[in-house]
């Protein structure tokens, strides 16, 4: 394993470093993509539906009650988010790295 991994090893570098670039890549484009406005439509929907349920029941302390949970959960996936986009990045910086590793000469 230890001769085939000296014999190949620009190849595994130069695959490992394209693996990593294109997936961090893709990823980072995948979490940071424009689908986030479906998101905000469902939480306004769901505001209202809560407003009306108060209305109904004759007591506004649901929406209080809704409206702070809704902003733990808020800070909470803003917090996911910005550490997925992170580890993201890390993952590219290690592609390149791999890959500019892979084309600087060795001398023998």
Same mark, same amino acid.
Not at 28 to 48: L, M, Y
């Given at each position: *394993? +230890?001769?085939? #991994?000296? &014999?190949?090893? !620009?190849?595994? /570098?130069?695959?490992? %470093?394209?693996?990593?670039?294109?997936?961090?890549? %893709?990823? @980072?484009?995948?979490?940071?993509?424009?689908? /986030?406005?479906?998101?905000? &439509?469902?939480?306004?929907?769901?505001?209202?539906?809560?407003? $009306?349920?108060?209305?109904? /029941?004759?007591?506004?302390?649901?929406?209080?009650?809704?409206? =702070?949970?809704?902003?733990?959960?808020?800070?909470?996936?803003?917090?996911?988010?910005?550490? $997925? +986009? @992170? *580890?993201? !990045?890390? $993952? *590219? @910086? #290690?592609? #390149?790295? =791999?890959?500019?590793? =892979? @084309? !600087? +000469?060795?001398?023998?």
């Amino acid at each position: *394993m +230890k001769k085939w #991994l000296k &014999t190949n090893q !620009i190849i595994v /570098s130069r695959s490992l %470093g394209a693996f990593l670039l294109v997936v961090g890549l %893709g990823a @980072f484009f995948w979490v940071n993509s424009s689908g /986030s406005g479906v998101n905000v &439509t469902e939480q306004r929907a769901a505001e209202r539906v809560a407003r $009306m349920e108060a209305r109904t /029941s004759g007591t506004s302390t649901a929406t209080s009650k809704q409206q =702070s949970k809704a902003d733990y959960t808020e800070v909470y996936t803003d917090r996911s988010k910005e550490q $997925m +986009k @992170f *580890m993201l !990045i890390i $993952m *590219m @910086f #290690l592609g #390149l790295g =791999s890959l500019g590793y =892979s @084309f !600087i +000469k060795k001398e023998p």
